[in-house]
């Protein structure tokens, strides 16, 4: 009984860790935007946005939550954020939407994939892989922010990747698209590499054979999986650029994207599974035969410690390849 609330008790505080970075977030994020709303309204930099704009960027969010709803791939507080997440993303240009769409759509569809596999190695598996708000906002929140910061810069619409004409606005661009690419590379990774992969997963940090399901497990098959998944991202922003930037002739090259989103996929899961390694705890119940993310009578220690959970793993993860990807990217994205 004893051990069974102190297992609760550590759940909880876990929630309530992210409860709390997410709200730190949320609010330091407001606040700039207040602050960056304030000064562009008195220098009077704010632009006009269309109607169908705002139409579109309402409803397209809400026909794809709601049937998101239907398939069970998330809960009604999850759709609830996803609505929000789509709303800033479409608003504030539609490649940031198609990269969104490019990173839900086949990350829910891979999580239902082989769900009969999955049960037998993984405790947490959830039929159809349910989201709740706090997985939304942790994929979804750093976008977003860096989505309001893009409308304060450059206004509603589509501007082309160029570090020459638009650094700014340009690095705003590529950190969000980094940090898609970066949940939906770790995504991949994880659905596909278990599944497909002959060989058992190995433990990042010391190369040691591990179970499958286990947090900083890595294969071939799963990072190969993570640049692709990057490069599907990436593909998805590079076809929309095509389509509804004006003059993308007389701007820079724009295929670099595609690259510069496979290489975040990969470096993002390989990041998820280094501080998985580190900061998740992983252990194996002999009980159910499967590895488990909390600590329990009969699971084996086998890597970690528990201190983060997946979700604040995947938030810090896509915050820092937001940060640090787009400085790579201005050494060798060409120039006009």
Known sequence: MQFQREVFMKDYMTMLTDLIVLCVTLAI??????????????YGTLQPVSPWRWLFSILAPLVITSRAIKRNSLDHTGALAAVLVGFILTMANMSFFSSLLAFFITSSKLTRWKGDIKKHFDAEYKEGG????????????????LALLYMIEAGPGEIPVDFGKQYT?????????????CSTGDTWASEVGPVLSRHPPRLITTWKEVPAGTNGGVTPVGLLASLLGGMIVGV???????????????????????????????????LDSFLGANMQYSGYDESIGKVVNHETRTAKHISGKPILDNNA??????????????????????RQ
């Open 313 to 334: 793993v995947n938030l810090f993860s896509s915050i820092l390849i937001a940060l640090v990807m787009p400085g790579l990217a201005w050494g060798f994205w060409p």
């Open 29 to 42: 994020s407001l606040s700039f935007w207040v602050i960056s709303m304030t000064a562009s309204t008195y």
């Open 130 to 145: 349910k989201r709740n708000w706090v997985q939304v906002f942790c994929n979804g929140g750093v976008p977003s922010e």
């Open 169 to 181: 606005a340009t690095w705003m661009c590529l950190a969000l698209l980094g940090a898609l690419a």
């Open 236 to 270: 998805a922003y590079f076809v929309t650029q095509i389509l509804f930037v004006r003059d993308l002739n007389l701007a820079a090259p724009q295929w670099p994207i595609i690259v510069y989103g496979s290489a975040a996929g990969f470096f993002g899961s390989l």
